[in-house]
């Protein structure tokens, strides 16, 4: 898939919150989330930045929105229907609170760090190998 013709920049299904792109140096390869929001017509990175909807048709290549819970629960369904064709039917579509938590935004994925988490862990990082190197400088006497 790509950018639409006429948002170009823009998902083809703007209502949904989560999109798959790649980098546009590698169209196709390593795929990455990002998220729409419809409302102020940008979008949000990994890190929490954003970026406007011209700047995201430079950088990436649209893949396709992200499938919904439900979507995935629906097409792992069908994939076992077709493996077996005896099995239970899939779960009724959710209602009340469950429905209004089913249509929220999702999290984002768990592998995902902010970047002021990682500068803290890298920071920490350097921190622990510093006083590490210098507790066995001393313990070695290279001081001396």
């Not at 798959?20 to 930045?49: F, K, M, Q, T, Y």
């Not at 970047?115 to 921190?127: E, M, Q, S, T, V």
């Amino acid at each position: 898939m790509s950018w639409p013709e006429a948002r170009l920049g823009e998902p083809t299904d703007p209502n949904r919150p989560w999109h798959w792109v790649s980098r546009a140096e590698e169209p196709g390869g390593h795929p990455l989330p990002i998220g729409w929001n419809p409302h102020l017509r940008h979008w949000v990175l990994w890190d929490g930045s954003t970026i406007s909807a011209e700047e995201a048709a430079r950088r990436f290549a649209y893949i396709g929105p992200c499938l919904t819970p439900a979507e995935t629960q629906a097409a792992v369904a069908d994939a076992v229907a077709v493996a077996a064709p005896a099995a239970p039917p899939p779960e009724q579509e959710p209602r009340g609170l469950a429905a209004l938590a089913a249509s929220a935004l999702p999290e984002p994925p768990p592998a995902m760090v902010y970047r002021k988490d990682a500068i803290r862990n890298h920071l920490l990082i350097f921190a622990g190998t510093l006083f590490g190197t210098l507790f066995l400088a001393e313990k070695l006497n290279l001081f001396r």
